[in-house]
């Protein structure tokens, strides 16, 4: 009887002689896993993505930003002009647009205002007073149909015709060039990715130690039809903006015209920018003087005097960039006092304005852009090579972060 007493169950310790168990080591295998370094050339091409995915997010806002003000400045300058018919009976065609842009401006700030003033109240009782906001400010604006129309006309004319934006061939030029420049640092990102238009047919029937390989030689290919293409561009650019020569009379016989070196275009192509860069300062330098004026109410086109005039071209270092007689010609005879002047610069020497002036210069976004894009190209190759990016066909449909992109594997 005592003896069974005293055993205890199979499998468990005897009371008083329970032992702690003994700490066991994790083993090299169950310990997590430690991301390894990533390589120099994926953290570089990396920050060279996050820089362009910036720069692209700046330019889109920056475009969008730019053709809500058009619109706006178009719609607020413009005039409601019912049909009617003129002296000879012929109908005159009627103009809306200003009442439109009023209408639609009207109910989208008493729609929000009234959200805003409603937001404690009942679902039903706000999207009642959001509707009948929305109404009352699309068919009020009847009542206001031309006011600030003069205004408005006033401060678009300035920033259409004497401002710095004249230089970008107003709003819509610079609209223009920043889609162009999207639409390059777009081509740039997708080629970082490898997400490219490409012909991989072939790719499909190579075994995987060719694909590398053929994967090199085609993106260094596009590379240097890119680099080609980047040249040309400059040498359009230089010849047809900025009027350099293509041509100059050959060494050995003067007669005969030997094209021009790159260096002597590029040379021209350089002196020609720092002049339109200066001119677009001494424009941004009026333009601090006339936006006061402008936003004031006043014609952009009668405040400056010959005396402010003078004062201002006296007042920087024009002789650094064009003739000192070309110069002279642009003073106004103080003899007039109550003559004015258009408040916007001229090219010394030609005598012609500067609408469209930097348009030449932006275009070099062409040039290069295809470059950036060459480089990618030769970036993707050196990554295809270190085997830090895949040349699978089907690789390039996954969708990729660009935050976290080329992300170092975990170590098995």
């Known amino acids: ?18 032992e702690e168990p003994a700490a066991v080591a994790p083993s090299p295998q169950s310990a997590p896993a430690q991301p390894s370094a990533k390589h120099p050339l994926s953290r570089f091409d990396d920050a060279w993505t996050r820089l362009e995915a910036k720069i692209a997010l700046w330019v889109l806002f920056s475009e969008m930003a730019a053709l809500l003000m058009w619109v706006s400045l178009k719609g607020m300058s413009a005039d409601y002009k019912p049909g009617v018919l003129d002296a000879e009976g012929a109908p005159v065609p009627a103009d809306t647009s200003g009442l439109a842009f009023r209408g639609v401006f009207s109910a989208t700030v008493l729609g929000l205002l009234a959200y805003r003033l409603t937001r404690s109240r009942k679902e039903r009782d706000r999207t009642i007073a959001v509707t009948v ?17 003069e205004y408005f006309s006033n401060l678009l004319n300035w920033m259409q015709t004497a401002s710095l934006l004249t230089l970008f061939g107003g709003l819509r030029g610079l609209v223009t060039r920043l889609t162009l420049w999207l639409a390059l ?23 995987p130690k060719l ?6 030689l085609g993106w260094m290919a596009a590379a240097a039809v890119c680099a080609s293409g980047a040249v040309g561009f400059f040498d359009h650019i230089a010849i047809e903006g900025h009027k350099v020569r293509a041509t100059v009379p050959c060494p050995a016989d003067p007669a005969k015209d030997c094209d021009k070196t790159f260096g002597a275009k590029f040379a021209e192509v350089r002196v020609g920018l720092s002049n339109d860069l200066f001119l677009a300062g001494r424009q941004l330098s009026l333009d601090v003087k006339t936006l006061p004026v402008v936003l004031g109410g006043h014609k952009y086109n009668e405040y400056m ?10 007042g920087a270092a024009w002789t650094s960039h064009f003739s000192a007689d070309d110069v002279r010609a642009q003073l106004m005879d103080e003899a007039s006092p109550a003559a004015t002047r258009l408040p916007a610069v001229n090219v010394p020497g030609t005598g012609e304005n500067t609408n469209g002036l930097l348009v030449r210069d932006v275009d070099f976004i062409f040039p290069f852009g295809l470059i950036m894009i060459a480089l990618r ?9 270190f ?3 895949s040349v699978d066909p089907d690789a390039v449909h996954g969708d990729v972060d660009i935050e976290k992109h080329h992300a170092p594997k975990e170590a098995a």
């Open 1 to 18: 009887m005592d003896e069974g007493k005293d055993k205890a169950p199979e499998g468990v310790a005897p009371a008083g002689d329970h």
């Open 133 to 149: 906001a929305v109404l009352a400010g699309a068919l009020g604006s009847r009542l206001w149909s031309s006011s600030g129309s």
């Open 185 to 207: 640092l777009g081509a740039s990102l997708a080629t970082g990715q490898g997400k490219h238009i490409n012909v991989d047919v072939a790719m499909r029937f190579l075994s």
């Open 211 to 216: 694909r590398v390989p053929v994967a090199v």
């Open 305 to 314: 005097r010959p005396a402010e005039w003078n004062a201002w071209l006296k």
């Open 377 to 385: 190209f030769v970036m993707r190759s050196l990554l295809a090579i």
């Open 387 to 389: 085997g830090l990016v």
